[in-house]
């Protein structure tokens, strides 16, 4: 039980350094996405992917070991969490395996945190390049009027304004 145990920690700790990469990451990617730098953002969602695609395999192996442990600690292996295991693990590997799930939650908690604010600042992003793009529309067409049927109708002259030569 003790390889096994050993074995679940070194994973969770391999986890919590991805998680803490991937946490770098989007500390980046929010530095990208206020700059603009579309090119520094598309290498940034490379690096996430490939981070993510490394988790993938350190959840199936940590899934795998909890479903080992389980007949060990009289659980069943659907059964069998992190957070149970380190209550019914005694001494010194129950006290680490709970200071690890803190960390791992805190590190998981920030990333949740991080990821909203870059959806939020996207967002606003694109709302702002849609409202630029429909304030080119317009001057490219001219401004829209109301006919007598209440559909649109492009006006008859455009802005003067930027009709005017310099």
Sequence with gaps: ???????????????IDQYRQLLALLRRERSRIVRGELAGLIEVVRRKEAITKDLA???????SVLARLGPEVGAEESALS???????????????????LTEFRGVVGLLVAANDVNRTLLGRSLE????????FRTVATGPQTYGSGG????????????NQTA
């Design 57 to 63: 395999t350190l959840e199936a192996s940590r899934l």
């Design 128 to 135: 702002f390049v849609q409202g630029s793009l429909e304030i």
């Design 82 to 100: 992190l957070s149970r295991l380190a209550a019914l693990s005694p001494g010194e590997a129950g006290d680490t395996l709970r200071a690890l």
């Design 1 to 15: 039980m003790q390889t096994l145990l050993a074995e679940l920690m070194a994973i969770v700790r391999q986890e």
């Design 151 to 162: 559909r649109f109708h492009e006006a008859a002259h455009p802005l003067v304004a930027l």
